[in-house]
């Protein structure tokens, strides 16, 4: 599996930011999706996920309102974007993301992933 992440950048506080993952190399079709980030110093954590079918999803409080995510499915591929607007300097991280599966639920915490991507940078000056 492969998971390749793009579209980190710096942004002005209260800009916008598409953020996208190619994921590849999937065993089936059922695989969770998600976007995670990690700030320097601080632990990674889970800002949004959807499950394999794009039918449920979850946001972390801190960019619910602020973000969507979606994808569009391929034969054991998938592309996932992060939809961020309203972005304050706290979204600084690189943000990274991640796959589970293979499962029909909505698999969302750092530990349950079984594979990762490269992270992209995002900076969101003041």
């Known amino acids: 599996v492969q998971l390749q992440a793009s579209g980190g950048g710096l942004v002005q506080a209260g800009g916008s930011l598409r953020l996208s993952c190619a994921a590849s190399g999937f065993t089936s079709d059922y695989y969770t999706i998600g976007w995670f980030r990690q700030a320097p110093g601080k632990e990674r954590e889970v800002v949004s996920c959807?499950?394999?079918?794009?039918?449920?999803?979850?946001?972390a409080s801190f960019v619910r309102g602020r973000a969507s995510i979606s994808r569009d499915n391929a034969k054991n591929a998938a592309t996932v974007t992060l939809a961020m607007n309203s972005l304050k300097p706290e979204d600084t991280a690189v943000y990274y993301c991640a796959a589970a599966g293979p499962t029909t639920s909505l698999t969302c915490r750092t530990e349950s992933m079984n594979y990762w991507g490269e992270g992209t940078l995002v900076t969101v000056s003041s």
């Open positions: 959807i499950s394999y079918n794009g039918a449920i999803t979850n946001y």
